[in-house]
């Protein structure tokens, strides 16, 4: 393949996103991929480190292509919620758009998750942390991101392990309403709220609690903490 870029870099990234998207997960070999680019294998391995340096590239690229191709997922007055929705439903956009890819980043083998991953971890968790502020949350910040990242990636790997023709339609929406179901009031806290509702929306609100020391910050976080624990194995 030819590229416009003189970036030895840019050369390996499109020739590895070519490949995948051509010839599938199995023509990315260390080779294919320097011969594609026209660089030697040596390059490859200084600019990347290993294969799954490149992987770490290839998604970062993509992902990017993929985000800027679209439009705003979500109004810029939306809530938390529908913020939250609009997230979900890019994700599933994004794995059902590049299955491959997406197969290759949750390949038990990795030795941890790829940079992209971790962005769009920590975006959800801004998500979560506005829900949790709005007093819409019922359960811990940590364990509705886990809940939310779990049934998403769930969703997304079983309908790309389902042939195209035979995929239910509304899983994905259906795993959406289940997660929201377990991790949402359903109305923003008021004083007759559970406690757990109102420890919940306390201890995201603590970082920006005005005329406390970062200790006394961090003393009643962890108090917070320890009674949220205790509600939650009741």
Sequence with gaps: MTSATDDPRERIVEAATHLLREQGAAALTTRG????????????????????????????????????AKRSPSPPDAGPVEELRAGWRMHLDFALANPELYALLQAPGRLGPSPATVAGIEVLRTRVRGLATAGLLRVEEERALLMIHAAGSGAALAL???????????????????????????????????????????????????????????????????????????
Excluded: N
Excluded at 48 to 58: C, H, Q, S, T, V
Excluded at 163 to 184: F, K, W
Excluded at 189 to 196: F, I, M, N, Y
Excluded at 211 to 232: F, I, K, N, P, V
């Design 160 to 234: 790309l392990a389902t042939p195209p023709t035979e995929r239910d339609p509304g899983l994905s929406e259906a795993m959406l309403e289940g997660v929201l179901g377990a991790i949402l009031t359903t109305a923003p806290v008021v004083p007759d709220s559970a406690t757990r509702t109102v420890a919940v929306t306390f201890a995201a609100v603590v970082p920006t609690l005005p005329g406390l020391s970062d200790a006394e910050r961090a003393l009643l976080g962890e108090w917070l903490a320890r009674s949220l624990t205790d509600l939650r194995d009741t």
């Design 33 to 68: 991929v320097a011969q594609a680019a026209g660089v030697q294998a040596p390059t490859l391995y200084r600019i990347f480190g290993d294969k799954d340096g490149l992987l770490d590239a290839l998604a970062e690229h993509v992902m990017a292509a993929h985000v800027a």
